[in-house]
C-alpha cells in the first residue's frame, strides 16, 4: 500500500471551456469567433471538425451537471463565450446570451458545485479581429468592458474569476506558431499579443477591484517542464530559455512588474521587442487572489544551434507518452510548482488544468482508460510532494469533463474522464470517472491500486 493523502481543505474540480463543448454556435444571437472562421478555413483542424455542435453542453447542461454531482466535485470551471454576450465584441449586448450562463450558473449553484469561470479561452470575437484583434490596444478595452459586465452581472455568483486562459498560447502558439486561431506567423506580432494580453488581465483586475465586486481573481498560465540534456552551460540556458517562454515570461510581469531580462535580450536577438507603454507594468503588476496552473508535461532538451525561436531542441529520450504524443512526466509538475513558489511567493495556486489523452473507446458500456487513471496518480503524488514541500496549492481540477473539440486535433483527441460519442452525444462515464470519484469521496489513493 501506498497511500496518498489530501487534506480535508483540498478542492476538487473538473474543467472545460465554451467553444470546446457547447455547440450551439449560430443560436440565440450568439456572433462568430475566431474559432469558428478557423476552423472553417480548409487544412486548419484536423478532419475539417469544428465546434458547431461539439459536445451539444449548451441544450445538455443539466445531464452534465448531473454527472458533475455524481463525480462529486466541488469546483467546476468553464468558459463564457464572449461572442454570446457581446455578438460584435463591444457595444451591444445580447440578453439571450447572459441567460443562458445565468441558468447554467443557478444550476451549477442548485446542486453545490461552485462555478469557476474564464473569462477568455481562445474565442474571440471574429468582429474584434476584423480590426486587429489582440494586435490592437482597443481589444484591451474591450475585454476590460466585457469583464466588468461579467463581474456586475454575476456579482455574488461567480466568486473565482480567471481572466486569460494561458496567455502562451494565445499569442505564441496562435500568431507564431500559428497552429491555433488566427493562426499566423509572426514573431513581432506574438510577442505585441502577449503583452497585450497581460494588460487585458491587469485591466480586469482593476475593474473588479475599482468595481467593489465580490470574488477572487487569477489567470491560468499553461506551464512546462524541460530538462537540460547534459551539464553543458548551453544545454542549462536553452532550458532556461524554453521553460522561461512559459514561466518567467508570463508570471515576471504580474509578479514583478517587469519581463524577464534573459528572455527580453533573447528577443532583442531576434528583433522583436515588447511595445510597452508608460504605466503598462503597473496595471499588470498588480495583486491576484489566485493563480492558476496548467500543466501537462515535460521533455530533455538542448542547445541547437538557429533551431527555432529559441535555439532549443527537444531530445527523445524514451519517455512513456500519452496518445496525444506528450511525454508523461508528473516530475516536472513537481519541478515547476516548486520553482514557481521559490519565484513568486507563496501565491495561492489551483491546477486549473492537468490531465492526459487516451482515445480509449466504449466497449460493453464501458471504457477501460488505464492510462488516464495511472497518469492521474502520478501527477496528483507530485502535486502532493510538492504541497509537502509548502506549495499553496488549494485545489486541482482536472482536464477535462467531457472529452471535447481538441482545437486544432478536432475530435480525434479525447481528454475527458466521460466518453462523448461525437454522433450520438452520449456521454459514458470511463472508469477514470470511478476512480476520480472515489478519490474524492475518500480525500486519497492508493498508489498501487
Ligand atoms: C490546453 N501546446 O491547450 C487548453 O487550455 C485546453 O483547452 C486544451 O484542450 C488542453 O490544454 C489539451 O490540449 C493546449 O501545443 C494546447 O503546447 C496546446 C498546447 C498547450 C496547451
Not at 116 to 130: E, F, G, I, V
Not at 222 to 245: H, L
Not at 339 to 355: A, F, H, R
Request: charge should be negative; hydrophobic fraction near 35%; aromatic fraction near 16%.
Amino acid at each position: 500500500m501506498a497511500i496518498i493523502q489530501f487534506p480535508k481543505e483540498m478542492r476538487w474540480g473538473a474543467a472545460t471551456a465554451a467553444y470546446q463543448i457547447e455547440g450551439a454556435a449560430t443560436e440565440d444571437g450568439r456572433g462568430l469567433s475566431i474559432w469558428d472562421t478557423f476552423a472553417k478555413t480548409p487544412g486548419k483542424v484536423l478532419n475539417g471538425d469544428n465546434g458547431d455542435v461539439a459536445c451539444d453542453s449548451y441544450h445538455r447542461y443539466e445531464e452534465d451537471i448531473a454527472l458533475m454531482k455524481e463525480l462529486g466535485i466541488d469546483i467546476y470551471r468553464f468558459s463564457v463565450s464572449w461572442p454570446r454576450i457581446f455578438p460584435n465584441g463591444t457595444g451591444e449586448i445580447n440578453e439571450k446570451g447572459l441567460q443562458f450562463y445565468h441558468d447554467f450558473v443557478d444550476a451549477l449553484l442548485a446542486n453545490g458545485i461552485e462555478p469557476m469561470c474564464t473569462l477568455y479561452h481562445w474565442d474571440l470575437p471574429q468582429a474584434l479581429q476584423d480590426k486587429g484583434g489582440w494586435e490592437n490596444r482597443e481589444t484591451v478595452d474591450a475585454f476590460a468592458d466585457y469583464a466588468e459586465l461579467m463581474f456586475k452581472e454575476f456579482n455574488g455568483k461567480i466568486k473565482k474569476w480567471i481572466t486569460i486562459n494561458e496567455p502562451w498560447c494565445v499569442s505564441f502558439l496562435s500568431n507564431f506558431i500559428g497552429l491555433h486561431a488566427p493562426g499566423f506567423q509572426n514573431l513581432q506580432l506574438a510577442t505585441t499579443i502577449s503583452h497585450h494580453l497581460l494588460l487585458a488581465h491587469g485591466k480586469a483586475v482593476s475593474r473588479l477591484r475599482d468595481g467593489g465586486y465580490e470574488g477572487e481573481i487569477g489567470y491560468a498560465p499553461n506551464t512546462e517542464w524541460n530538462e537540460p540534456f547534459s551539464n553543458k552551460q548551453e544545454d542549462i540556458d536553452a532550458c532556461n530559455r524554453a521553460t522561461g517562454w512559459f514561466v518567467e515570461w508570463f508570471f515576471d510581469p504580474v509578479f514583478k512588474g517587469s519581463y524577464p531580462q534573459f528572455m527580453v535580450e533573447w528577443f532583442e536577438k531576434k528583433g522583436v521587442t515588447v511595445p510597452v507603454q508608460e504605466g503598462d507594468m503597473d496595471i499588470i503588476n498588480q495583486e491576484i487572489d489566485f493563480v492558476g496552473i496548467n500543466y501537462y508535461t515535460g521533455s530533455v532538451t538542448r542547445y541547437k544551434e538557429n533551431d527555432g525561436l529559441l535555439d532549443a531542441e527537444k531530445v527523445d529520450i524514451g519517455y512513456e507518452k500519452t496518445d496525444f504524443d506528450w511525454n508523461i512526466y508528473p516530475e516536472g509538475f513537481y519541478k515547476v510548482l516548486t520553482k514557481i513558489n521559490e519565484q513568486y511567493g507563496s501565491v495561492p495556486i489551483y491546477i486549473t488544468e492537468n490531465g492526459a489523452c487516451y482515445n480509449d473507446g466504449v466497449e460493453n458500456g464501458r471504457v477501460k482508460d488505464q492510462g488516464r487513471i495511472d497518469y492521474l496518480k502520478q501527477h496528483l503524488t507530485s502535486l502532493k510532494r510538492a504541497m509537502d514541500s509548502g506549495v499553496n496549492i488549494k485545489g486541482y481540477l482536472t482536464w477535462s469533463l467531457l472529452d471535447n473539440f481538441e482545437w486544432a486535433e478536432g475530435y480525434d483527441k479525447r481528454f475527458g474522464i466521460i466518453h462523448v460519442d461525437f454522433n450520438t452525444l452520449e456521454r459514458t462515464k470511463k472508469d477514470s470517472y470511478y476512480w476520480y470519484k472515489q478519490t474524492i469521496k475518500n480525500g486519497f489513493f492508493d498508489m498501487f491500486y
